[in-house]
């Protein structure tokens, strides 16, 4: 029996397949469904965006680090000194091991930033349960003043609002209106 102007019901599972679908490609999308509600559930996990903050951090900072090391080498007298009595391929071998170094060293001091302030981000989004300039701003503090610790509480203070400035800075950039 059917009542005119009521949407009908269906249990879960057995609504009607979309237009262009057989009842037979219904499991097919069930699990699709269900890896995309994995996949979902794991990108908006804490420690996924912390490890992909911390992966693209690592590779930008390598990044950078071979785009600077090509400025190491313009001084020819600099060069004649440290690489005297040595063959090309012996020179070539410690070009690379040094910009290799370079490129670790730059990379796992941008990968711990990037970490860092993406995990105090999202703990705090999560706390908070909203998404606003807040949360990268108070982020942007914590993971400043971790960062400088070390330095002392003054420098620790002077860290995080700088770091708290520049993310306010980079989160009104890329939440501003575009133009149209």
Do not use: H
Request: proline share 6%; glycine share 14%.
């Amino acid at each position: 029996m059917s009542f005119p102007l009521v949407a009908p019901m269906f249990p879960a599972g057995r609504e009607p397949p979309p237009p262009g679908m057989t009842e037979e490609d219904r499991a097919q999308l069930l699990e699709a469904k269900k890896y995309q509600g994995w996949m979902t559930m794991g990108m908006e996990s804490c420690a996924a965006k912390t490890v992909i903050a911390g992966v693209g951090g690592l590779g930008i900072g390598a990044f950078f680090s071979l785009m600077s090391s090509s400025f190491a080498y313009e001084d020819p007298l600099l060069r004649q000194s440290t690489q005297a009595g040595m063959n090309n391929t012996q020179k070539a071998r410690e070009i690379f091991k040094e910009m290799g170094r370079g490129m670790w060293k730059s990379g796992k001091g941008f990968g711990k930033v990037g970490a860092l302030f993406a995990g105090i981000e999202c703990v705090i989004e999560g706390y908070r349960a909203k998404n606003d300039m807040v949360n990268p701003i108070a982020a942007g503090f914590v993971a400043g003043g971790v960062l400088a610790r070390n330095s002392g509480p003054k420098a620790a203070l002077g860290g995080g609002l700088a770091f708290a400035a520049f993310s306010a800075a980079i989160d009104l950039f890329l939440r501003r209106e575009p133009s149209e």
